[in-house]
């Protein structure tokens, strides 16, 4: 198998995979902020590292995978307000539904998943440590500010500079920032913020800002120097600088060797915004499409690329999945295990450990899926069952893909058995030589979605379109 290599936001290139302590990964990935229901550009986020931990552990690592939970945040406590709930009510709430659609979506679940309300004693100690280094400074404002500008590396991840990053800021008057770079490490309370976000500590009362959040999680879960951490693009500037900041200023080495940043996520070319009105959580597009052929559609595209969402990309997703599936409904696998020495298992290694080329990795279980159809081969059969299941696809029964999503008909029948019954019933059509109902039974079922496919023998087979 060819050596993995990794595209490196820090770098700015590909290097090959050297771990810390051989044989063995850790790898921190940002999480949700749980105030409401998770979109498809979190899906995309959950799908890929979900991916990436899925090889890792096939390559023989032993895996440590951190995925946080950002459980207290201005929009959380918004929402809680408006809602009339209290902060846990509404966090747990939307944790529940993220563990749902995480599910859905064939996502395993991280070895760690940490609440960054459970970490605030290490985030005090962070900020404190931050405080003895002179990068952190008490305000007038009562907040904890990191001070950018006395630690040399930053702007190293994202490859802005502090003069440019400088240009066009202004000082707030409303707050006691030295410089408008400076972030926020802890804020102190309001008084109208209810108690359950107010914790005590050296520089009175108060709850951790965001950045501070992760560089705590990490290095409590994984230690202060550990081997990849992700996230969504949108995450490299200014968080993830932030946390290389906070996190070296603190230990003064190194934080992370390789930084993983998938591309953002659009809708019909345009960026997603409630505003525009093409905002969808992964539930309403669950609604419409089948977990599977979600998860296939965000895997299709390299994760570093930009990712075009339409129902017109779900669609040809689902077709390309149907010829799959349709290839395995022909042919079933052997039952030996899988052969990685096997020429497509070969290319499928190679591409995945290009820097997790899905692209290439699936197309070539579409080339296993065009051989099973010309030789039926059943060992080719469980190659393709095999490695697809390494991604997490095609791992139910051909049938059941094939099936799946017409549960009912419009009069809120079962909608197989009026399909076993439309069938019979062009059978019967066909023997009476009345060709033009049993086209018409054909073309009727086809505006539902249902192709029939004549086999040798009279006999008819059904799938959907």
Known sequence: MSALKIYNTLAREKQSFTPIDPGKVRMYVCGMTVYDYCHIGHARVMVVFDLVQRWLRTSGYE????????????KIIKRAAENGESISQLTQRFIDAMDEDAAALGVQKPDHEPRATNYVPQMLGLIETLERNGLAY????????YSVRDFPGYGKLSGKSLDDLRAGERVDVNTGKRDPLDFVLWKSSKES???????ASKWGSGRPGWHIECSAMACDLLGEQFDIHGGGADLQFPHHENEIAQSEGA?????????????????DNEKMSKSLGNFFTIREVLEKFDHEVVRFFI???HYRSQLNYSDAHLDDARNALTRMYTALKEVAPDDQ????????AVRFADAMNDDFNTPLAIAVLFELANEINKNKSAVLSRQLVKLAGIVGLLQRPAQEFLHAGLASTEDGGDLETFVIEQI??????????NFAEADRIRAGLLEKGIILEDKSGGLTEWRRA
């Open 63 to 74: 895996v440590t995978y951190v995925r946080n939970i950002t459980d207290i945040d201005d």
């Open 138 to 145: 008490k305000s007038s404002d009562g907040d904890v500010n």
């Open 193 to 199: 913020e209810p108690d359950e976000v107010k914790w």
């Open 251 to 267: 230990s003064k080495h190194t934080f992370v060797n390789y930084w993983m940043h998938n591309g953002f996520v659009r809708v």
């Open 299 to 301: 895997l299709r595209a």
């Open 337 to 344: 295990p899988l052969d990685m020495n096997e020429a497509h």
């Open 424 to 433: 019979a019933a062009r059978v019967q059509a066909k023997k009476e030589k």
